[in-house]
């Protein structure tokens, strides 16, 4: 008997290999083209979403859409303009979901309307689109105004001493301090020191520590190990000082009976209104709801806005003709409306508009858009089903960076943008789109042209010995940035 007793050293491994072969072989077992992957193929872990979902866009071409493995699971990719256009806006009910693995109902941070599932994302996407209208961003353009204000004071000090400064560092102070009063009506002060309360929670969240990391991908490549290890996303010590925050702000206006053009206020009105009757229906807006879509704002603003101003300021660093072009509009323009920055002003400049689109086209804030088939669903023109649970990827930063919509990629082009052709516009997704899109953009984009005003007004831009190029973006982050300091040299105008 004893003669047998290396059968099973011999069996196993062929029978975990065949089943691993099985596994990875998903794609190909349902005919559709798709990437080859192993195991310990960790792409996914080591580079930044802007560079590997192109990268997947790119293995695919020849196909308008394809398989991938990620995170040890299959994953469909839509590389075809009119097939993302069917699952994120006329086939939207079979793709409503992002399968967000941050979205846990303990956790009161995360019941947000970007991770939000279902009937609870569409009760919050109901309340909240009409707070980011246009109307609704001229009641708070004083706010990031103030915050422009303070930017250009503190980059004039610096200056003062030294005129290399690292603009990622300034901007990032900027967006915290445009979230922190338009979102929770607080003046931190972060522009000035950059060392508030405020500014190092941020921190905290956005770092990228080995330990959220770690609770990242847990969550992420075994979702349901979160049910049973009970790991928050969100640290305890941020979620309660968001919670304590908001808390606060909203009793101290509810008991002061005081108000202001900013976002927890907006809240507070919505929630009066169900209270009053104003608003018939069954849901309720909590206060631990006002807190979560709160911290949304500051996520989902931080890191946006700090880096596309960042790489902003690079390329007109690098192309002083496309820099000289954007001051000679901004003081056009000042000069016309009395050297007075308004809100309409800020949104008809043409070429400042055309600056800020390529920017976002060349560095994708998000390298993807997720999405969740949540019903059998077939891909029109094909005999190719996408099945319930399947998550589908929209490679934003493929798109962005293939010459068939956009000729020379690599070069920052504004006057691209002054092209109208429908397949150029469904290839550019910035902000997304169909009802999960970004319903801040406005507000991001007005926190964006406002710096770039203010900036490219009072001083010259230039590359120095100490800029980094090209950029070298940091791997698992939430959204698009890079490893690194972005120094650039600043001179008065």
Request: glycine share 4%.
């Given at each position: ?49 802007i560079d590997y979902y192109a990268k997947i866009y790119r293995q695919l071409e020849g196909h308008k859409f394809g398989g991938f493995f990620s995170r040890f699971a299959p994953k469909l990719m839509i590389r075809d303009p009119e097939l993302i256009k069917n699952v994120l806006i006329k086939d939207f009910d079979y793709f ?112 990228g520590k080995l330990s959220a990391r770690i609770v990242y991908l847990t969550r992420s490549v075994c979702p349901k190990l979160k049910e049973i290890l009970r790991v928050p996303f969100i640290g305890k010590t941020t979620s309660e000082f968001f919670l304590k925050l908001t808390n606060d702000v909203v009793e101290h206006r509810k008991a002061s009976n005081s108000s202001r053009n900013d976002f927890v206020q907006i809240l507070i009105n919505l929630q009066d209104d169900k209270k009053m009757g104003t608003i018939e229906d069954e849901f309720t807006l909590t206060d ?206």
């Amino acid at each position: 008997m004893s003669e047998f007793m290396w059968l099973p050293l011999v069996l196993l491994p062929m029978i975990i290999f065949w089943l691993i072969k099985y596994y990875y072989d998903y794609w190909k077992r349902r005919g559709i083209p798709y990437v080859e992957s192993h195991p310990l193929d960790l792409d996914w872990y080591k580079s930044a979403g802007i560079d590997y979902y192109a990268k997947i866009y790119r293995q695919l071409e020849g196909h308008k859409f394809g398989g991938f493995f990620s995170r040890f699971a299959p994953k469909l990719m839509i590389r075809d303009p009119e097939l993302i256009k069917n699952v994120l806006i006329k086939d939207f009910d079979y793709f409503h979901d992002r399968g967000d693995t941050t979205f846990d109902e303990n956790e009161p941070l995360t019941m947000n309307m970007f991770s939000a599932p279902g009937t609870l994302w569409r009760n919050l996407r109901t309340r909240l689109t009409p707070t980011f209208t246009s109307g609704k961003m001229k009641y708070m353009f004083n706010l990031v105004q103030e915050c422009a204000e303070e930017l250009v004071q503190a980059v004039d000090s610096h200056i003062q001493n030294d005129t290399t400064i690292d603009v990622k560092n300034y901007v990032t102070r900027y967006s915290i301090e445009v979230i922190s009063s338009c979102a929770f009506g607080l003046k931190t002060y972060s522009i000035k020191d950059g060392h508030s309360r405020f500014a190092a929670m941020a921190s905290k969240i956005f770092e990228g520590k080995l330990s959220a990391r770690i609770v990242y991908l847990t969550r992420s490549v075994c979702p349901k190990l979160k049910e049973i290890l009970r790991v928050p996303f969100i640290g305890k010590t941020t979620s309660e000082f968001f919670l304590k925050l908001t808390n606060d702000v909203v009793e101290h206006r509810k008991a002061s009976n005081s108000s202001r053009n900013d976002f927890v206020q907006i809240l507070i009105n919505l929630q009066d209104d169900k209270k009053m009757g104003t608003i018939e229906d069954e849901f309720t807006l909590t206060d631990d709801l006002m807190s979560a879509q709160c911290f949304l704002f500051f996520v989902a603003g931080y890191d946006t806005s700090s880096m596309t101003i960042s790489f902003a300021l690079y390329e007109l660093a690098a192309n002083i003709e496309i820099q000289k072009k954007l001051q000679n509009e901004i003081d056009s323009f000042m000069e016309e409306h009395d050297d007075q920055v308004s809100y309409e002003m800020v949104h008809n400049m043409p070429y400042l508009h055309k600056v800020v689109s390529e920017s976002l086209r060349k560095y994708s804030i998000n390298g993807t858009l997720m999405r969740v088939c949540v019903k059998k669903y077939q891909i029109p023109g094909t005999e190719v089903y996408i099945d319930k649970g399947t998550e589908v990827f929209i490679p934003v930063s493929g798109l962005h960076t293939d010459e068939r919509y956009f000729p020379d990629p690599e070069r920052f082009l504004p006057e691209r943008f002054e092209d109208r052709n429908p397949e150029f516009r469904d290839a550019y997704l910035p902000f997304g789109a169909g009802p999960r899109s970004c319903i801040g953009f406005r507000f991001a984009l007005m926190s964006v042209k406002l710096a770039l005003i203010y900036l490219l007004r009072n001083f010259n831009l230039e590359l120095c010995t100490e800029t980094r190029y090209p950029f070298e973006f940091a791997p698992l982050k939430i959204v698009t940035s890079v490893k690194h300091e972005i120094f650039l040299t600043f001179n008065k105008r």
